[in-house]
T-cell receptor
Framework: SQKIEQNSEALNIQEGKTATLTCNYT??????LQWYRQDPGRGPVFLLL?????KEKRKERLKVTFDTTLKQSLFHITASQPADSATYLC?????????????FGQGTTLQVKP | NAGVMQNPRHLVRRRGQEARLRCSPM?????VYWYRQLPEEGLKFMVY????????ESGMPKERFSAEFPKEGPSILRIQQVVRGDSAAYFC????????????FGPGTRLTVT
């Protein structure tokens, strides 16, 4: 069955370091992948989208990679700040239907310490 | 330009009652998605609607749950005869087009069934 895995353990890093979050998937061929940020008690906020024919995407301090051979996406936050502390969700398009339906991972909680 | 609005933000229902959750998409968006987030679990897709049409309801429980998005007014997610297991955060998201576009999430409705 289709499966998306994100590190369930919280990631704790020091301010100024680069945070790297992992999203692995199996039994999938997603057309695109998205990353969202979710703060406690709030809805997810879109960060980046990367398509299957793209290797890397950047936006300010954020970078995402998408390796369809390894079935993996890496999400990097450079020069991390305490305000980056949140849960980060990986979401994949559901196969080739392209309706926009998203399959979410469980999320990884990032804690940036000052 | 207001974002996605959901109401109520918190809803308490006794077992057997009905719950009605409302979602007003962003202005100009005609695509609405509903997701459910159970405690300690990730977001799960429920249903995708366009104005007056249900496009994909593959994530909806077969009984007691229904959704609509009328020509005028908000999208409604309706849960009849609620049970304790329905307690969760329900998020709606909207998008300007179908397919590989970011989704804008509302703040969610937290349903508690007592």
């Amino acid at each position: 069955s289709q499966k998306i895995e994100q590190n369930s353990e919280a990631l704790n890093i020091q301010e100024g370091k680069t945070a790297t979050l992992t999203c692995n998937y199996t039994n999938y061929s997603p057309a695109y992948l998205q990353w969202y940020r979710q703060d406690p008690g709030r809805g997810p906020v879109f960060l980046l989208l990367i398509r299957e024919n793209e290797k890397e995407k950047r936006k300010e301090r954020l970078k995402v990679t998408f390796d369809t051979t390894l079935k993996q996406s890496l999400f990097h936050i450079t020069a991390s700040q305490p305000a980056d502390s949140a849960t980060y969700l990986c979401a994949l398009s559901h196969g080739s239907s392209n309706t926009g339906k998203l399959i979410f991972g469980q999320g990884t909680t990032l804690q940036v310490k000052p | 330009n207001a974002g996605v609005m959901q109401n109520p933000r918190h809803l308490v229902r006794r077992r057997g009652q009905e719950a009605r959750l409302r979602c007003s998409p962003m202005k100009g968006h005609s695509h609405v998605y509903w997701y459910r987030q159970l405690p300690e679990e990730g977001l799960k897709f429920m249903v995708y609607l366009q104005k007056e049409n249900i496009i994909d309801e593959s994530g909806m429980p077969k009984e007691r749950f229904s959704a609509e998005f009328p020509k005028e007014g908000p999208s409604i997610l309706r849960i009849q005869q609620v049970v304790r297991g329905d307690s969760a955060a329900y998020f709606c998201a909207s998008s300007p087009r179908q397919g590989d576009y970011e989704q804008y999430f509302g703040p969610g409705t937290r349903l508690t069934v007592t």
